[in-house]
């Protein structure tokens, strides 16, 4: 059974700070989403990542996919407070359909 | 265009009644999944139908089912509550257009079920 493992689950971070957020899956899987969520709110895609190699930037977060190690990281540059969300890697499964299967996400504070 | 609905946004039911919730897709998807978000299980995948379909099930008790309508429209269907069903659940939608393939999910804003 796949297993997808986000750390840290909990980080508190000052504004202007870099940051990684990791994300480690047991299985073989070569495509990869990262999501925010804000308190209470649905999920909003931030990236797909479909090959190994894959690296998509947007503003101060980039992503990226390394399928050999089956990791992906999602570093956060010169964190600002409209950054602070819970943020979510999910994998994707085709078995007949595909399927997403979602880390435990991290829990990102930024204080300014 | 407009995106994946969720009706309704909130519901509050007691334990050992049943709910249904509905999930209406982006316009041209055929593809809809279920995922149940609790604090303690994180994010769970319910099942995912196409064309009228169930074609996966996750590891959910029988209490929870699905259906698909011709117009893409799915509904979920939840029996005998329990206090741990409380929690949003999450629709979302694909294209679906080659089979086997990547296509990109896209989430409505759910429905926060509470049971009491």
């Known amino acids: 059974e796949l297993k997808v493992e986000q750390n840290p689950l909990f980080l508190s971070m000052q504004e202007g700070k870099n940051y990684t957020i990791y994300c480690n899956y047991s299985t073989t899987s070569d495509r990869l989403y990262w999501y925010r969520q804000d308190p209470g709110k649905s999920l909003e895609s931030l990236f797909v990542?479909?090959?190994?190699?894959a690296v998509k930037q947007e503003g101060r977060l980039m992503a990226s996919l390394d399928t050999k190690a089956r990791l992906s990281t999602l570093h956060i540059t010169a964190a600002v407070h409209d950054l602070s969300a819970t943020y979510f890697c999910a994998v994707v499964i085709i078995q007949g359909a595909q399927k997403l299967v979602f880390g435990q996400g991290t829990r990102l504070t930024i204080n300014p | 265009k407009a995106g994946v609905t969720q009706t309704p946004r909130y519901l509050i039911k007691t334990r050992g009644q049943q709910v249904t919730l509905s999930c209406s897709p982006i316009s041209g998807h055929r593809s809809v999944s279920w995922y149940q978000q609790t604090p303690g299980q994180g994010l769970q995948f319910l099942f995912e139908?196409?064309?009228?379909?169930?074609?996966n099930k996750g590891n959910f008790p029988g209490r929870f089912s699905g259906r698909q309508f011709s117009n893409s429209r799915s509904e979920m269907n939840v029996s005998t509550l329990e206090l741990g069903d409380s929690a949003l659940y999450l629709c979302?939608?694909?294209?679906?257009?080659?089979?086997?393939?990547?296509?990109?999910?896209?989430f409505g804003p759910g429905t926060r079920l509470t049971v009491l």
């Open positions: 990542l479909l090959s190994n190699g």
């Open positions: 139908y196409f064309s009228e379909t169930q074609r």
């Open positions: 979302a939608s694909s294209l679906d257009i080659l089979a086997g393939g990547y296509n990109e999910q896209f």
